[in-house]
Every structure is written in C-alpha cells, then in structure tokens.
C-alpha cells in the first residue's frame, strides 16, 4: 500500500496512508479485544476466533476501500464469507490451519491481483 500511494500520489502520499490506517485500527483493536475476552473468559468457544477475525477484517477493508481501488470490496465481501463459513463450522475445524490458510492465503492473493490490475503503471498525479 506504501509503494502505491508514494508512486500515484506522490505528494499527498503520507496523508493518505495515514488516514487508511487509521480507517483500519478500530478492526484491529476489536480484533485484539475479542481475542483477550475469549481468551481470558469464555475458552470453551475459542474455535470462534479465526472466524471472528476474518469478519472483523472484512469491516476493516470495507472501512479502508475509499483509500483503494474499488475492486477491492471483492476482497472484503471474501474474508467476510470465508469468516462466517467458518463460525457456521460450529467446531474445532474452524482452528485448523487449512482454514484460516486458505482464507488468509486466497484472500492476500485476491487482494494483489486485485492492486496489480486496478494500479496502470506509470500513472502519476499531476
């Protein structure tokens, strides 16, 4: 996203950037906050988690997409599915590595296809 933002708009770059990421923290601190109060007070249903995740992460995407291409709602509306497929697992299945690695790994393919085809090179700001 950096190297994006510094080639198409060079001079409003820095600004960008960080309004994206801060469009971004309040998935990340809900993230982190569901994670210490499963953790510290209902373990028995911590095979939620990767699904809570992955839904809380499409909610940061989708908060973020004015900063992106617009192609990249795909890639929200995916960890937004790939999340409720796994809480709809209603199980430990939901923790197995081949679960959040095909959701993660498909999801972070999608979202550098998605910024190869909608970022032309050699398109500058003027």
């Known amino acids: 996203?950096?190297?994006r933002t510094?080639?198409?708009h060079s001079s409003l770059s820095n600004e960008m950037l960080g309004m994206a990421v801060e469009q971004f923290l309040p998935a990340i601190g809900a993230g982190l906050l569901i994670t210490i109060a499963l953790a510290r007070f209902v373990p028995a249903v911590f095979w939620m988690l990767p699904g809570l995740w992955q839904v809380?992460?499409?909610l940061g995407i989708f908060s973020?997409?004015?900063f992106l291409p617009r192609p990249?709602?795909?890639a929200g509306a995916w960890?937004?599915?790939t999340g409720l497929v796994c809480i709809a697992l209603g199980d430990s299945r939901s923790l197995a590595p081949w679960t959040m690695g095909l959701a993660y790994g498909a999801g972070q393919l999608l979202v550098?296809?998605?910024?190869l085809v909608a970022t032309p090179e050699?398109?500058?700001e003027s």
């Open 1 to 3: 996203m950096y190297t």
């Open 6 to 8: 510094h080639r198409i």
């Open 56 to 58: 809380i992460f499409s």
């Open 64 to 66: 973020s997409c004015r």
């Open 72 to 74: 990249m709602i795909a």
């Open 79 to 81: 960890y937004l599915l």
């Open 112 to 115: 550098a296809g998605i910024l």
């Open 122 to 124: 050699g398109v500058d």
